[in-house]
């Protein structure tokens, strides 16, 4: 059984366990009680790829696009805060 998650994404139900997956490939990200969002390609720009409106928001936030790892379907797309140290943290975005 299937049901919608969000667009592009789908929680699937086998016999044992319940999945999220990607709609347009049917990629399996991760298990129901698990953060899809770990599982997601990142893809980072600058924010004036929104518009150019957003060009004061260059060096402090960031176009972050969650997508399927597979096929590339974008599942979500967020502002976020910019982060510039530490290993473990986003990288800064590619200049366009």
Request: aromatic share 6%; hydrophobic share 30%; net charge negative.
């Amino acid at each position: 059984m299937n049901h919608p998650l969000r667009e592009n994404l789908e929680v699937y139900a086998d016999q044992a366990n319940e999945w999220i997956r990607c709609t347009q490939c049917c990629r399996f990200l991760c298990r129901a009680n698990e953060n899809w969002r770990d599982s997601c390609a990142r893809r980072l720009s600058p924010p004036t790829h929104a518009g150019p409106l957003l060009k004061e928001l260059t060096g402090h936030f960031v176009l972050e696009q969650l997508c399927c790892p597979g096929c590339g379907a974008l599942f979500n797309t967020d502002l976020v805060e910019e982060q510039k140290n530490g290993p473990e943290e986003r990288p800064k975005p590619a200049k366009a």
